[in-house]
Nanobody
């Protein structure tokens, strides 16, 4: 059974930082990429950042460039999202997604709430 276990969400003041982690179970064979998406109430789920597992190339939404950094630990099948200079508009449920397997299937985590508020 494929599992993605997320952690690190919470409440933070504007300008603060949080670090999200997502660990993929070993049953995901041959990870191609992992990434983070977010969904705020009334909005569609949107890509925040992703990273290609093999080469390490990254992609960011314009709204988070320069503030968020995605990284990976291949040995632990874990992806991280370091979020700095957080803004109230970053408030959302953050979801981890892994793409892998023979057919490059997508797998989602359960989501973790990030709230930026004073």
């Amino acid at each position: 059974q494929v599992q993605l276990v997320e952690s690190g969400g919470g409440l933070v003041q504007p300008g603060g930082s949080l670090r999200l982690s997502c660990a993929a179970s070993k049953s995901i064979f041959s990870i191609y990429s992992m990434g983070w998406y977010r969904q705020a109430p009334g909005n569609q789920r949107e890509l925040v950042a992703n990273i290609i597992w093999g080469g390490g190339s990254t992609n960011y939404a314009d709204s988070v460039k320069g503030r968020f950094t995605i990284s990976r630990d291949n040995g632990k099948n874990t992806v991280y999202l370091q979020m700095n200079s957080l803004k109230p508009e970053d408030t959302a449920v953050y979801y981890c997604k892994a793409v892998g397997g023979i057919f490059r299937s997508g797998y989602w985590g359960q989501g973790t709430q990030v709230t930026v508020s004073s």
